[in-house]
């Protein structure tokens, strides 16, 4: 009951800048919180950042912390990840995720979108 699309990716050189968006459709009103998780080949999935309904509370890996800003527009059902200062190191796949939950110290979900590539060059 939940479609999420991701779009933005690509190449992009070191200090450069890009932003994400994530087009939600379905029963998202009853899952709330959003967010953006990432997997580089080899790895596990991380968690990268997530928001609140209202956009009050926002959370984000100590790796991204002032460089990545996750913001939403309810109106438009859209997420969206500006990133700036990127790193070669945030190569990886990024996938919108709804229903953000925490377990502990850490952040998953049971709904995704389909990815979308970002790769940072030096």
């Known amino acids: 009951q939940v479609q999420l699309v991701e779009s933005g990716g690509g190449p992009v050189q070191a200090e450069g800048s890009l932003r994400l968006s994530c087009a939600a459709s379905?029963?998202?009103?009853?899952?709330?919180?959003m967010g953006w998780f990432r997997q580089a080949p080899g790895r596990e999935r991380e968690f990268v950042a997530a928001?609140?309904?209202?956009?009050?509370?926002?959370d984000y890996a100590d790796s991204v912390k002032g460089r990545f800003t996750i913001s939403r527009d309810n109106a438009e059902n859209t997420v969206y990840l500006q990133m700036n200062g990127l790193k070669p190191e945030d190569t990886a796949v990024y996938y919108c995720a709804a229903d953000v939950r925490a377990y502990g110290f850490a952040y998953w979900s049971d709904y995704w979108g389909q990815g979308t590539q970002v790769t940072v060059s030096s």
């Open positions: 379905g029963r998202t009103f009853d899952r709330p919180v």
């Open positions: 928001i609140s309904w209202s956009g009050g509370r926002t």
